[in-house]
């Protein structure tokens, strides 16, 4: 999977991080630990819920009909080239190219009927990312922030916790996966770089290559023989630096944090279950997700872009792509449930919108907010469910639909937070957090 990979809009990982990274808090360890810890004071955090989320986003917008919701009784024009298969649930269908997903059926469920009418992937995007549309047309290439990300909600209403960052994102950051008014403190920790490497290392979670650890200790024991002079003290104000210490020092217990080490070595896993998830990027980066659940992180974003399919759907999908999707998630619904782990752990696959009911002239199939396939698993949702439907010929959802609103108060519940409650923007302005949605009851069986 290439480092690189953009949607129709030409908008790629690199040039999100020169445009918004900023925006969305690229801080240093220190200041994001220090405006993380300044707002869980402020708010007087109660005792976090114990489900943790993996949110698994598959940028550009996932087909619906070569995943999770084939139509083999339509039109060659639209069903595809794939056929169905059957899966461990009796009369439940997918895409043959999702087979060991169609195996573990039992353990997870798929909503058929999450749709809206945002076409444009700035929008879709913001919309899915959010539980909110946005407040005017949002273009494809746009980076959306108008409302606080899913993430960066749970990182204001949970906090640090163990010394982790509350929210997460592995791979790259979606472009609506921002705070917002909440405040960079809540922009997620972003852990880039390919985790199946070798080389992989996380970004202020080891001491760069090019100092030494003799020099790293150098320098924090020159530090420390600093913090030790006679500071002055001003009688009306605290001196700043003494509470920039706690941070500094609090990054450096991170660095040097074996929990924090052990969690992001993948070398600690047998053999076997790395190659259960798949010895790739995508793969070894919701191993990754899993060991950082394991460690009290609430919120990870495991970001994989490429899937804005326009051209040669079909062939992008026998060269792999299908391939590591089924046997990453696969794996990682697979390895929660043995872990025992699956209970407390929420697991969500997405993207912002299916895609077109016919084949165009290239091969692809082109934007369809009218209908889209969501995965969910653990926090005590049923396994082996199919949650509404589509028409025959996969054009809208048909039965028991449900909107974004609804899919965000659902998630906001599982997590313990309250979707309906009202924020405050800087200026003071009352927000809801989620305007309406209900519920989808069938994940609260």
């Known amino acids: 999977m290439s480092p690189l990979h953009r949607n129709c809009a030409g908008v790629a990982r690199r040039d999100f991080l020169q445009v918004g990274f900023t925006a969305l808090g690229g801080l240093a360890l220190p200041d994001l630990l220090a405006l993380r810890a300044q707002a869980a004071a402020a708010r007087g955090l109660a005792s976090p819920n114990q489900v943790n989320c993996i949110l698994v986003w598959l940028d550009g917008g996932p087909s619906h009909y070569e995943t999770f919701d084939p139509k083999p009784d339509a039109p060659v024009d639209i069903r595809g080239e794939f056929k169905s298969i059957p899966t461990s649930v009796p009369g439940v269908h997918f895409s043959e190219s999702m087979p060991l997903l169609a195996k573990s059926f039992d353990k997870f469920t798929v909503i058929r009927s999450i749709c809206h009418k945002d076409p444009n992937h700035g929008g879709g995007n913001h919309y899915m990312m959010t539980g909110a549309p946005t407040p005017v047309p949002v273009g494809c290439g746009a980076f959306v922030s108008f409302h606080p990300s899913l993430g960066s909600m749970v990182s204001q209403s949970r906090g640090i916790r163990g010394g982790l960052p509350a929210y997460m994102s592995l791979g790259s950051v979606s472009r609506s996966g921002g705070p917002n008014f909440l405040g960079a ?19 202020d979670v080891a001491i760069a290559p090019e100092i030494s650890e003799g020099r790293a200790n150098t320098r924090a024991a020159l530090r420390a023989s600093l913090d030790r002079m006679q500071r002055v003290k001003d009688k009306l104000a605290e001196d700043p630096t003494v509470g920039f210490d706690q941070f500094y020092a609090q990054a450096m217990d991170l660095v040097h944090s074996p929990k924090a080490q052990a969690a992001f070595d993948l070398s600690r896993e047998p053999e076997a279950l790395r190659k259960l998830y798949g010895m790739h990027d995508f ?60 209970d407390n752990t929420l697991v969500v696959c997405l993207g912002e ?25 653990g926090a ?66």
Not at 312 to 329: E, I, P
Not at 383 to 391: K, P, W
């Open 185 to 203: 403190q809540h922009a997620p920790f972003l852990v880039g770089g390919d985790p199946s490497s070798s080389s992989f290392r996380v970004r």
């Open 283 to 342: 793969g070894q980066r919701l191993l990754l997700a899993r060991r950082l659940a394991q460690v009290g992180v609430s919120f990870q974003v495991v970001y994989w872009g490429g899937w804005d399919d326009h051209r040669t759907l079909f062939k992008n999908f026998r060269d792999g792509k299908a391939a590591k999707l089924d046997q990453g998630l696969n794996g990682l619904i697979v390895d929660l449930h043995q872990q025992g782990m699956l």
């Open 353 to 377: 919108f299916g895609r077109t009911p016919k084949v165009n002239k290239d091969g692809g199939r082109d934007h369809w907010p009218g209908a889209m396939s969501v995965l969910v698993a």
């Open 380 to 445: 005590g949702i049923p396994g082996g469910q199919i949650v509404g439907a589509t028409d025959p010929k996969g054009y809208y959802a048909s039965e028991n639909i449900h909107s974004p609103e609804d899919f965000a108060v659902s998630l906001y519940t599982k997590m313990g937070i309250d979707p309906h409650q009202v924020l405050h923007t800087n200026t003071g302005r009352p927000v809801q957090l989620v305007s309406g949605g209900r519920p989808i009851r069938e994940l609260f069986a």
